[in-house]
């Protein structure tokens, strides 16, 4: 029997403004009136149907299983089976931020007439650090899309839970596009969602003469960009069978950043229901005040030609992007500044005030972080030169550093100088974030321990252990296309596991998922979930083996390599 095709559920556009002076710039209202919608969808089914195919020996004719397609408040989509999901991808959620509308607030996506074809990922948006790239000249200004990923049995109005992935690379660099959702949606029966957003100067630029372009007198655009993919996510979700009200933020690095960003926008509030961060404590590095962003920025319109405050907004639009590439390599940007409409408060200290967007929170790190940036910088590191290095970042403090961690405790200074960061840096960072959270909401910590874990494609340094570096855990938890190496069996057995945990928290709130070990939630104690391929388990030791404790009586800074 030929498969019928699935039904449209259109939803119908709310008129609101998107960013108004409470949400952000006002966007021009939809064109498309509601009476078209009836046309639009009878087109849509008649599009969907294929035509019959001679079967072989002159038979009847087979009928192929129609592709899947969703009408979303710009029009209709035509996605593809992939495995056990399916996949919408390079769907616009704001109009191209080219021309005018570069270093502005996101617009409203244009409507399209017939059915869009969404099956090709769309271009990165432009990179200011192209590690990692398959296609380094695949980038675009014009890249704010998103791919969508649900089971193949998802339906408009099953109200699965949403999980909307942010990825990281310092706010300069990286795509959605690396991070396949196909396997975390067929596994947990889920939707996931992966965007793009700007980067670099084109994302966050503080110059005041752009900030009184929008209502927020802000110039974090790659932060209204991932407000703007949530607005979109919860008016059209609904129609790939996904819950609006049951959507999870997550991100990584400094995708984890923007989360802490969202958890304190009020601009974001109500956008979303539950929070991930991975490796990536809203204490880890501060944002810039507006005065710092303000001064970083003209120094960085200058540099490219832009100095007259009167002339400097036209003055940017009109620098060749490669320009703009070039200049931020000596001034890179340091993602969203606070003390704007934005983003009032610096996340660290909104959270402490009990002011942010009150969510259950999962959240968690690797278990040697620091190895990937060592392993960049000081890849041969010296005992002579790690104990400059220490004394160097602690000052008074470095024989106490240097006394609990020696160098000869280490296989190599190496791996002493990444304990050192790892543990001061990442570790205890995100211990204490995750102690501010768990007294106001239900949190759950994790640390990721796979000794022989993959790294990024590209960045393995020959003899050097880079297992359970940051990173690590994409490539468990993601379709990723930048390890270095495919999972063994057993490692894939983990990377489930990992998914499921995801998956459940993304559904309830609460990570713990049938036939796996048990996740308690972090309380005084401050619990963690071990997650290792031979013995995931829960651990009370945490702070202990990161030497937190020393770490909290430093007034020391601990910088990144």
Partial sequence: MTKP???????????????????????APRLTPWLAWPLAA???????????????GGGPPRVESPRPVVAVAQGALRGRDHDGAQEFLGLPYAAAPVGEARLRAP???????GVREATTQAPACVQFSPFGLADPSAVSEDCLHLDVYRPRTARAGARLPVVLWIHGGAYSQGTGTQFGGRTMAELTDSIVVAVNYRLGQLGYLGLPELGRENPLASGSFGLMDQ?????????????FGGDPGKVTVSGQSAGAGSVCALLASPQAAGLFGRAILQSGPCTLLAPPDRAR??????????????AE??????CLRAVPAADLVGAARTRPTAGPAH????????????IRSGAWNKVPVLIGSTRSEARLFVAFTHPQLTAEQYTARVRATYGAAADEVLARYPVTGYASPYLALSAVLTDAGFACRTYGTARLFSAQVPTYLYEFDDPDSPTLRGAQVPGLDMSNAHSAELAYLHDFTMGDRPLTPVQTALAHRMKRYWGAFARSADPNAPGQVRWPAAGPRTTALVLSPTDTRPSGSFAADHRCDFWQTLSAPAPLP
């Fill in 309 to 314: 405050p009167e002339r400097v907004a036209a």
């Fill in 339 to 350: 003390g704007d409409g934005l983003l009032p408060v610096e996340p660290a200290a909104a």
């Fill in 107 to 113: 617009r409203e996506a244009r409507r399209w007439s």
């Fill in 42 to 56: 009878a087109a849509v089914l008649a599009a969907a149907i294929p035509a019959p195919a001679a079967a072989p």
């Fill in 293 to 306: 962003a303000e001064s970083e920025g003209r120094a960085f319109a200058a540099s490219v030609g832009c």
């Fill in 227 to 239: 407000i703007a993919a949530l607005r979109w996510t919860r008016e059209n979700i609904a129609a």
């Fill in 5 to 27: 095709p699935e039904r449209l559920h259109p939803v119908r556009p709310r008129r609101r403004p998107w960013l108004s002076a409470r949400r952000g710039p006002r966007l």
